[in-house]
């Protein structure tokens, strides 16, 4: 049995976070009696001092934004997946002091939408393009050979997704937010807005829409994914993608595969039915 060691999520504000919740069900699951996983609410400017508390019981962080960009400069290193987006979300600490930073959202987006029988896609469509539409460019690079058509609502957004296409090496067409009811029809939409933003879309879902991942997870569902639902379409939850990063991170912190995924999403679905 290994030895009981810590984890934790960082992040400013972190209040809602379900990442205690699926990675504590994992260690009891997996017999890791003494494990504990916490939050720390940590914002950019208090990172350094955190890092230099960490002692070797430590085996490793969860990060939420905008620490996965500004933990990269205190890393030892970081894998390639992190790198093509530069973030890091996931850090695992070795007893020795060593600190080696990954992405498990990327892999974790593309394990969300395989669970439900998307392997691959001519084409896609991107809602947004903030930093998780970074990660949803890179799984979809894995998985899309196609145009991938991102909608975004100002010229430096437009920018930045143009420059994520030219260093993930994928062909993506920028649109216009007005336009982004025509995303809809798309064999596969990722919407990567807050709450509240594609409500509107609702009425513009086609009679036979075919995969939504709506990166979202409370409140849930969105009015997008309870129309496409109701009109028969496939439909992704963020708690999907959530439960998906967990279990790798779980894994890569604890070196115990597989992490129990099925405990770990019934879990969060009762803290969220319980909010």
């Known amino acids: 049995m290994a030895a009981p060691r810590r ?45 230099e508390t960490l002692g070797a019981e430590w085996a490793g962080l969860s990060l939420t934004m905008p620490l996965k960009r500004a933990v990269i400069p205190l890393l030892d290193g970081i894998s390639e997946t992190a790198a093509s987006v530069d973030a890091v979300n996931t850090v695992v600490c070795t007893r020795d002091g060593r600190r080696t930073g990954d992405n498990t959202d990327i892999p974790g987006m593309v394990a969300a939408l395989r669970e439900h029988g998307i392997d691959k896609v001519e084409a896609a469509a991107v809602l947004g393009a903030g930093a998780t539409a970074s990660s949803a460019l890179a799984a979809l690079s894995r998985i899309c050979p196609g145009e991938i058509a991102v909608y975004v609502r100002s010229e430096a957004r437009a920018a930045e997704m143009r420059q994520w296409a030219e260093r993930l090496e994928v062909s993506v067409r920028i649109a216009d937010w007005a336009d982004a009811e025509q995303a809809l029809r798309a064999p596969l939409v990722i919407s990567t807005t807050p709450a509240g933003v594609t409500d509107t879309l609702a009425r513009s879902v086609p009679e036979r829409p075919a995969a939504l991942f709506d990166v979202l997870y409370d409140p849930w569902p969105t009015t997008l994914a309870a129309r496409w639902s109701a009109y028969g379409g496939a439909v992704v939850s963020g708690l999907d993608l959530l439960v998906h990063q967990a279990v790798l991170q779980v894994e890569q912190m604890t070196g115990q595969a597989p992490a129990p995924l099925d405990a770990m999403r019934k879990a969060g679905e009762r803290a969220l039915a319980a909010r």
């Open 7 to 51: 984890a934790a999520v960082l992040g400013s504000p972190i209040a809602h976070s379900l990442s205690p919740v699926l990675h504590r069900t994992a260690y009891r699951e997996l017999g890791l009696s003494g494990w504990t996983y916490d939050r720390f609410e940590v914002d950019e400017a208090a990172l350094p001092g955190f890092f």
